[in-house]
């Protein structure tokens, strides 16, 4: 999918999920690279970019775009999307563009983007199709780590919520596939 979308189309995305100037930005997942690159420049010399993504040709791919564009603000990542590797409360806008479908530890990269992202900080989640965007969407906010602040088609963007409320161990995600709420359950503020 990501030869045969236009600029202008992947551009939309970052905008909207509030990458500007001196942004420090987490991709996730990012294929050839494309998204990454748009993001590094929007967020210019004083922001940077982690493009992570656990297949070796892509991040050398990206890595030599970069070089080609001379973008000394994004610095790509080898790995799974559950470890980053980056420090605690260190990145403003968490992003995945049809990639969160495919992460086979959804929880676990799901708590590994709330302990990077600040207070307040922005993920958001693209997917490819309505079904993707519709369950990703469940996920992310029945693990109790984000708040939706905006669904648009297979677009959602979410706050990190300041305080952490119990998220649901792995076991109980899988019990619970299909099913889209999870009311009955108690869930104690820490
Ligand atoms: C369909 S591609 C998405 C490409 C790009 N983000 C786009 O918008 O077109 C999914 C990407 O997710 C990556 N991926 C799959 N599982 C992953 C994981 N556990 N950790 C990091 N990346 C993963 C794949 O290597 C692939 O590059």
């Given at each position: 999918m990501e030869l045969i979308r236009p600029p202008w189309w992947r551009e939309k995305w970052p905008e909207r999920s509030g990458v500007r100037d001196g942004s420090e930005v987490l991709e996730e997942g990012?294929?050839?690279g494309t998204s990454p690159l748009i993001a590094a420049r929007m967020a210019g010399p004083q922001g940077q970019v982690y493009a992570l993504d656990l297949s070796p040709a892509g991040v050398i791919a990206l890595w030599l775009r970069a070089k080609l564009y001379r973008l000394k603000n994004l610095r790509v990542i080898l790995g799974d999307a559950k470890h980053t590797g980056l420090p605690d409360s260190s990145v403003d806008v968490g992003f995945i563009a049809d990639a969160f479908h495919e992460f086979p530890d959804k929880p676990g990269t799901l708590r590994e983007l709330h302990r990077v992202l600040r207070a307040g900080a922005t993920l958001a989640v693209l997917e490819d199709t309505a079904g993707g965007a519709k369950k990703a969407a469940a996920l992310v906010q029945e693990s109790g780590l984000f708040a939706l602040e905006q669904r648009d088609g297979n677009y959602a963007r979410f706050r990190k919520e300041a305080s952490v409320i119990d998220p649901l161990p792995e076991h109980h995600w899988v019990a619970q596939?299909?099913?889209?709420?999870?009311?009955t359950r108690t869930r104690t503020p820490v």
């Amino acid at each position: 999918m990501e030869l045969i979308r236009p600029p202008w189309w992947r551009e939309k995305w970052p905008e909207r999920s509030g990458v500007r100037d001196g942004s420090e930005v987490l991709e996730e997942g990012f294929g050839f690279g494309t998204s990454p690159l748009i993001a590094a420049r929007m967020a210019g010399p004083q922001g940077q970019v982690y493009a992570l993504d656990l297949s070796p040709a892509g991040v050398i791919a990206l890595w030599l775009r970069a070089k080609l564009y001379r973008l000394k603000n994004l610095r790509v990542i080898l790995g799974d999307a559950k470890h980053t590797g980056l420090p605690d409360s260190s990145v403003d806008v968490g992003f995945i563009a049809d990639a969160f479908h495919e992460f086979p530890d959804k929880p676990g990269t799901l708590r590994e983007l709330h302990r990077v992202l600040r207070a307040g900080a922005t993920l958001a989640v693209l997917e490819d199709t309505a079904g993707g965007a519709k369950k990703a969407a469940a996920l992310v906010q029945e693990s109790g780590l984000f708040a939706l602040e905006q669904r648009d088609g297979n677009y959602a963007r979410f706050r990190k919520e300041a305080s952490v409320i119990d998220p649901l161990p792995e076991h109980h995600w899988v019990a619970q596939a299909g099913r889209s709420s999870r009311s009955t359950r108690t869930r104690t503020p820490v």
